[in-house]
């Protein structure tokens, strides 16, 4: 819920934050496949998942900044998988 809050109300509003939300939509599919393929998926996916927690915790927080920087630097990393 608040992930999507963010979305629609922080991203959504700027041309910045759009270009983020499509860039999202076209790098999920292929870092679920890259990931997915690995050896070593179910431990990427649990760092994954610590590090959208993390983000989460700055967007509850009011952190908006920070959380996108963070969102960008994982998203990057699983990218270059």
């Known amino acids: 819920k ?3 809050k963010f979305r629609d109300d922080v991203l ?3 041309p910045e934050g759009r270009q983020l939300v499509e860039e999202y939509y076209v790098i999920a599919p ?3 496949a ?5 050896a070593d998926a179910s431990v990427v ?3 994954t998942l610590s590090s959208v927690r993390s983000i989460l915790r700055l967007i ?3 952190r908006s ?3 996108i920087s963070a969102y960008r630097t994982m998203a990057g990393a699983l990218d270059s998988l």
């Open 2 to 4: 608040s992930m999507r």
């Open 12 to 14: 959504l509003v700027t």
């Open 30 to 32: 292929r870092i679920v």
């Open 34 to 38: 890259r990931v997915d393929g690995r």
């Open 45 to 47: 996916w649990a760092e």
């Open 60 to 62: 509850e927080s009011g």
């Open 65 to 67: 900044k920070d959380a």
